[in-house]
C-alpha cells in the first residue's frame, strides 16, 4: 500500500465506511488472529493493527467492493510481517510440511479416508479446533478462509497472493491432512473408524 | 461392509475417474461451482459409491468445521479500544 494515495473520502464518508462495512467483521477477524497467533494478547493487538493500518489506508479501498477481504488481506499481511520478526526459528515441521506438497498445483484425489461421516459430527469442538490448530499455518489458513470464512477461491486467491489453482489445490491437501488428524484422533479416542 | 446401504448395491464400487469427480463435488460443495446442476450432483452420488463417501465426508467436515471453529469469544473492550485509537490517530 502506498503513502500516496487520492483523498477521495470526507471525514464523514470514512467514519461511515468505517462504522459500517468495517466493524461488523470483528469477530470473524478476531476468530481469524485467534487461530494464526493461538494467544488472546497477540490476536487483540493483530486485529487492532488491522483496523489502524484500514483506517489509515481508507482511501485505497473501493467502496461497494468486499471490504472483509480488504480487511482479511491486511491482517494477513501484518501477521506474517509480525510473524517474520518475532520467530527467529520458523518450525521446522511447518516447512517440510509445505515443502513436500507445494511443488506442483496438481493434486492427486486417490487419497482415500477411513474417516466416516459420524464419527467427524460426533467429534467435540475441542478435537475439530485442535485439529484444524495443528496444521501449518498456510494449510490453517485456508480452511480458515474457505470453510469458516465463506470466502470464494477468487477472493481467497487475492487475499494470500497466490493463484486460484493454488487455492484450489492448497485447500485440497489442507483437507487431506485434517482428515488425517481427525483420523488419529478418532483412533486414539476409540471412535473406531477402522471397525468394519 | 454395510456403509450405506440403501441403495449401495446400485452404485459402482470403483470411480472412473477420481481425480476430476472429487475436483468437481469439491467445488461444488465450496460454492465454486455452479453450474453443475442438482441433477448433475445427484446422478453422480447415486451411481458412484466412492464418489458418495467422499462427497458426504466432505460435507459433514465442513460443517463442523463451521459449527465448532467460529465461536472464539472477541473481547468486550477490543472495539472500543480501536475506536479510541482511531480518535487518537484522527
Not at chain 2, 470403483?14 to 448433475?40: N, P, R, Y
Request: glycine share 2%.
Amino acid at each position: 500500500m502506498s503513502e500516496v494515495q487520492k483523498k477521495k473520502y470526507s471525514d464523514k464518508e470514512k467514519n461511515n465506511i468505517f462504522d459500517n462495512e468495517f466493524m461488523p467483521h470483528i469477530d470473524s477477524m478476531y476468530n481469524f488472529a485467534f487461530r494464526l497467533t493461538f494467544d488472546e494478547d497477540d490476536a487483540k493487538d493483530l486485529v487492532q493493527d488491522t483496523y489502524l493500518k484500514a483506517y489509515r489506508f481508507i482511501n485505497s479501498f473501493e467502496q461497494g467492493t468486499n471490504a472483509k477481504a480488504w480487511l482479511f488481506r491486511i491482517l494477513k499481511n501484518s501477521f506474517i510481517n509480525e510473524y517474520r520478526k518475532k520467530s527467529k526459528q520458523p518450525s521446522k515441521v511447518d516447512y517440510q510440511e509445505v515443502e513436500t506438497y507445494y511443488n506442483s498445483d496438481s493434486v492427486d484425489y486417490n487419497i482415500t479416508s477411513d474417516l466416516r461421516v459420524d464419527t467427524v459430527k460426533d467429534m467435540l469442538g475441542d478435537e475439530i479446533s485442535n485439529a484444524l490448530n495443528s496444521l501449518a499455518v498456510d494449510f490453517r489458513t485456508v480452511i480458515i478462509l474457505c470453510d469458516l470464512e465463506g470466502f470464494t477461491y477468487e477472493e481467497m486467491a487475492k487475499i494470500l497472493d497466490i493463484p486460484i489453482g493454488t487455492v484450489r489445490s492448497r485447500l485440497h491437501r489442507a483437507r487431506n491432512l485434517l482428515k488425517e488428524k481427525l483420523h488419529s484422533y478418532a483412533k486414539d479416542m476409540g471412535y473406531n473408524a477402522d471397525e468394519e | 461392509m454395510d456403509k450405506n446401504i440403501e441403495s449401495s448395491g446400485e452404485r459402482k464400487l470403483k470411480c472412473g475417474d477420481v481425480s476430476k469427480c472429487f475436483q468437481l463435488l469439491e467445488s461444488i460443495l465450496d460454492g465454486e461451482d455452479k453450474d453443475a446442476s442438482k441433477d448433475v450432483l445427484k446422478e453422480k452420488l447415486s451411481k458412484c459409491q466412492p464418489c458418495f463417501e467422499h462427497f458426504h465426508l466432505e460435507q459433514a467436515i465442513r460443517e463442523v468445521l463451521k459449527n465448532k471453529c467460529t465461536k472464539q469469544q472477541v473481547p468486550s473492550e477490543l472495539a472500543k479500544s480501536i475506536r479510541q485509537k482511531i480518535e487518537d490517530v484522527k
